[in-house]
């Protein structure tokens, strides 16, 4: 019996340093700051990040490697400046110890065209901030009787949603603290070709969760009855003792 457990307890530490031996790849994450279709002149950032804590990001376009950054602080920002439309197109980026590949990020399009409509108006309801849970409606306004919309999250490589003229409105059930952040919109018209507004001015959504000061207060009313009920017993005993010897 004593050597099976010896060799269960053996067969567990070799699994324990066998799995931080050989640790899960890191994963990327790959977005614009600002999200969305930019001007020509205008500017973007393309954002790397990962949780590794050295080596550096290498970023490409269609598959050819264009700049290098090392990592600071878990991401590296590459900017493109005075944009025009040789930077359209797809970007991605790498991460690198050394010359081996530890990881590749998504891919995420730039894209530079003229701005030709007005500018749409982003708002949210009940408000900016909310509690866990709620229903959240984002509407994205525009002065164009057929003009569809982009719903942007800043951090996201993906926009959230397409908005049809004929629906406007992006309803969130049940928010959570991950649907919290900076939001914009921005607006298209589908003709012979794409023609584009600026981005709307950002919104930020803060979404409160007292789930966890819940708990606390709970636990420390809990705590305070527990008290008082000792304080009083430690009374009635000692009444008792008064009237009688204990």
């Not at 050295?54 to 990592?71: A, D, I, P, T």
């Amino acid at each position: 019996m004593m050597l099976l457990v010896t060799h269960v307890l053996a067969f567990g530490a070799w699994l324990v340093a066998h799995s931080k031996a050989t640790p899960s790849a890191p994963t990327i994450s790959i977005f614009l700051k600002p999200p969305g279709v930019i001007p020509p002149g205008g500017s973007t950032t393309i954002c790397c990040s990962c949780q590794g804590d050295n080596g550096n990001f290498v970023l490409y376009k269609k598959g050819h490697q264009l700049r290098s950054l090392e990592l600071r602080g878990s991401r590296a920002e590459f900017s493109i400046s005075n944009a025009t439309h040789e930077d359209t197109g797809p970007y991605s980026c790498h991460y690198m110890d050394g010359d081996t590949v530890l990881a590749r990020s998504e891919t995420v399009d730039v894209m530079v065209e003229e701005f030709r409509l007005p500018k749409p108006v982003l708002s949210v309801l009940p408000g900016h901030e909310v509690v866990a849970g709620s229903y959240v409606t984002f509407r994205c306004t525009i002065a164009h009787s057929s003009a569809g919309c982009f719903l942007y999250l800043e951090g996201q490589v993906k926009t959230l949603s397409l908005l049809s003229k004929e629906q406007d409105d992006f309803n969130l059930s049940h928010v959570h603290k991950g649907n919290g952040g900076r939001y914009s919109c921005q607006c298209f018209t589908r003709g012979a070709s794409f023609e584009w507004s600026a981005v709307s001015k950002t919104l930020d959504l803060v979404v409160r969760d007292y789930t966890w000061s819940n708990v606390v207060r709970l636990a420390l009313g809990a705590g305070v009855l527990v008290l008082l009920g000792l304080i009083m017993a430690e009374a009635v005993h000692s009444h008792q003792c008064r009237l009688r010897p204990c």
